[in-house]
């Protein structure tokens, strides 16, 4: 049993709480721990008369229990002890919230810089070594008894501020009702006054029900038993209530967010606090955002077609070239036919050939030009099930216009076998062509032009297919990790910038990705995941 009694000097002290002469219940509590009784005499006669209240345990367990009990602002700890040892009774004071506070310095004859540091790690603040010097020891622990004396003041004026602080916020912003079990008002804040209409007389004793919750089209109220507070008042649980809305005295209505919180006493639901919030002006600007988001899509949308039609417009000439040499054939056939017409006899034979090949090379324009119609027109957005192979086949045809006029080949390696991806189609093509494009331009003028470029697809797992452009031209500039996908960021002097920071946002869209890497073997490789379907 631990008592307490008037120090003493004695000289062997027992292992019991000693209170130092003179002093009140205000004094400053100091815990001295030390298995050696000639090291505690010598602490209280070192600190006794200085105005502080002194403890003494002679071991760990029994140090613990007294912090426990006395909760003082300071103990002096020893390190080597029977027992449990001072660091260890450190960690456990540091562990215990009630306890975590005390500011604790060690003592001992270690003297090694790995002890000293084991020591502050385990929460201690500072270390005294022995043997003592009474200049010393009274100097740390004034030093340290007034910075815990600071903290202490400081933490409690926090919470002084956030107590006023929280309550002026709830005056201010939240309207809060106190309900009894039956759901009646029993007190209410002038913030719910103000927003609901009502005086605060009028509201104690009032429906809670019948005033505020919403009603249908008819004006009818629902069941009771239907309502989060009656949910809260019956079952005991915290409600949460986004996007309703509460009625006025006026019979008006207006957005709220609320909640319901049960008042519990012994066990019983004896009542709920219903707090809200008028969110009329957050679902006003909530309506601007998405107004300012439709915006920005539909400016999006404009830039990625105008990307498109930029592209065809670079492309224009080599289209038309594309697109004369099978309406040349078509008439030099056409002229063959008629002059075989006129010829007696007639070769039937050889005018169906050449009727053929009239047809064939008018197929050819056709699907030249109903490519070039699916590509620039402005698509709805509408996500399909699609062959990725296909789909880059077909922009390779595409390429392959320019391909020519820059005199170089486009090789494809497409996986077999791969899922159908789920995506917008004539969007995808954008970005597979708009890669192509920058990867035969990047190998336009070098020496390995005759390479060509080689554009693969590939299976990443069961969720994504890759698409990977590789070329081997003059590489990427040093910055283009920080800027290569940035808008208006471009190496060629007559770019606008805006074409991969489109195709960027394109992949995003589709939940994809769109990165690039250096070549090993020079050059670039761009490639973007897009999802299975």
């Excluded at 050696?36 to 002194?54: E, H």
């Excluded at 099930?385 to 090789?411: F, G, P, S, T, Y």
């Excluded at 035969?440 to 797992?461: F, P, Q, S, W």
Aim: proline fraction near 4%.
């Amino acid at each position: 049993m631990t008592v307490e009694m008037p120090y003493q000097n004695q000289s062997q002290p027992q292992n019991q709480t000693l209170i130092s002469s003179g002093q009140n219940d205000d004094d400053e509590k100091i815990l001295l721990v030390d298995d050696n009784p000639t090291n505690l005499q010598v602490l209280l006669q070192t600190l006794n008369g200085r105005g502080y209240k002194l403890l003494i345990a002679k071991d760990g367990e029994n140090a613990l229990r007294i912090a426990h009990k006395a909760k003082p602002a300071l103990i002096l700890l020893d390190i080597m002890m029977p027992g449990i040892d001072g660091y260890e009774v450190c960690r456990r004071l540091k562990a215990d919230p009630e306890m975590s506070s005390i500011t604790v310095i060690f003592l001992s004859a270690l003297d090694d810089t790995q002890d000293k540091v084991r020591g502050l790690e385990t929460g201690a603040v500072d270390y005294i070594a022995k043997p003592f010097q009474a200049e010393e020891v009274i100097a740390r622990v004034e030093t340290q008894l007034k910075i815990h004396q600071l903290e202490q003041a400081l933490a409690a004026r926090n919470r002084q501020l956030e107590a006023a602080n929280q309550r002026l916020l709830e005056t201010m912003r939240e309207g809060i009702f106190g309900v009894d079990a039956e759901g009646r008002i029993t007190f209410a804040n002038p913030a719910a006054s103000r927003m609901t209409g009502w005086d605060l007389e009028e509201l104690t004793g009032g429906d809670f029900y019948g005033m505020f919750l919403e009603r249908n089209p008819e004006g009818i109220h629902a069941p009771r038993q239907n309502t989060p507070l009656y949910r809260t008042l019956v079952d005991g649980v915290i409600q949460n209530v986004d996007d309703s809305v509460f009625c006025r005295q006026n019979e008006s209505f207006f957005p709220v967010d609320y909640s319901c919180t049960p008042i519990t006493e012994g066990g019983k639901n004896n009542g709920a606090v219903v707090v809200f919030r008028d969110i009329t002006e957050k679902k006003r600007q909530q309506e601007i955002l998405q107004q300012a988001l439709d915006e920005v899509d539909e400016q999006k949308d404009k830039l990625t077609h105008m990307s498109r039609l930029s592209s065809m417009g670079e492309m224009a000439s080599g289209f038309a070239h594309e697109v004369n040499q099978p309406l040349t054939a078509i008439n030099n056939y056409a002229q063959v036919c008629k002059r075989m017409v006129a010829r007696e006899p007639m070769d039937v034979e050889s005018i169906k050939e050449a009727m053929g090949k009239i047809a064939t090379q008018a197929q050819r324009a056709g699907d030249i030009i109903s490519r070039i119609r699916s590509f620039v027109k402005k698509p709805d957005h509408c996500l399909e099930r699609v062959d990725c192979n296909r789909l880059i086949q077909d922009v390779v045809k595409l390429a392959e216009v320019d391909a020519r006029n820059n005199q170089i080949e486009i090789h494809i390696d497409l996986e077999e076998g791969l899922a159908p991806v789920r995506v917008d189609p004539v969007q995808i093509q954008q970005v597979a062509l708009n890669l192509m494009r920058n990867a035969m331009e990047a190998m336009r003028d070098t020496a390995t032009r005759d390479i060509g470029i080689r554009v693969e697809t590939l299976k990443v797992n069961d969720d994504f297919v890759q698409v990977r452009v590789i070329d081997r031209g003059h590489g990427l500039a040093d910055d283009a990790e920080e800027k290569m996908f940035t808008p208006f960021y471009t190496t060629k002097q007559d770019g606008m910038g805006i074409g991969l920071s489109v195709c960027h946002s394109i992949i995003q869209t589709h939940g994809g990705v769109l990165n690039f890497e250096r070549n090993p073997e020079g050059g670039a490789i761009l490639w973007f995941t897009v999802p299975v379907a």
